[in-house]
């Protein structure tokens, strides 16, 4: 059971660990040892997840995510398989979690009359030092 917060939890049997060798230096143990651990956990179909956090999980655009919606975390930081299967599981949590937090929807604001008139006064006073920089020079206040 991976408790992600204390009000969601999923189940070992929602997730698929696939254990692979490990690819970089390592000498001989990188050869032998299948210590890389390939996290699969399918968020469309999983019923242990809110349905809003499934929908904020589904749309990320994140590339771990499959298009049947399985989240695939690929782990292999560690020299052993258990340090590696702890840290996908944490990532794991970790990606779940912030999927909790509800994004503080925005609010449309308007630019303000001084904001604007500074923005024009900054354009007036741009265009006449390019003016000024022809030879036919127009003065205005």
């Keep these: ?10 189940p070992d049997a929602e997730l698929v660990e696939r254990f692979v060798r490990s690819g970089g230096p390592g000498g001989q143990n990188v050869n032998k040892v299948s210590t890389a651990v390939e996290l699969r956990f399918d968020v469309a ?13 589904l749309a990320r655009a994140d590339r771990r995510l499959t298009d049947d919606g399985v989240l695939v975390i690929s782990a292999q930081r560690f020299r052993t398989q258990d340090r590696n299967r702890e840290d996908a599981r944490e990532r794991l949590a970790e990606i779940v979690r912030s999927a909790t937090v509800v994004p503080k929807a925005r609010v449309a604001t308007k630019p303000t009359r001084a904001s604007k008139e500074r923005r024009l006064g900054g354009k007036k006073i741009k265009a006449s030092i390019k003016r000024g920089r ?6 205005h206040d």
């Design 134 to 139: 022809s030879g036919r020079a127009i003065e």
């Design 45 to 57: 179909r999983s019923p242990s997840l809110p349905e809003a956090v499934r929908a904020r999980l």
């Design 1 to 10: 059971m991976l408790q992600v917060t204390r009000t969601i939890a999923i």
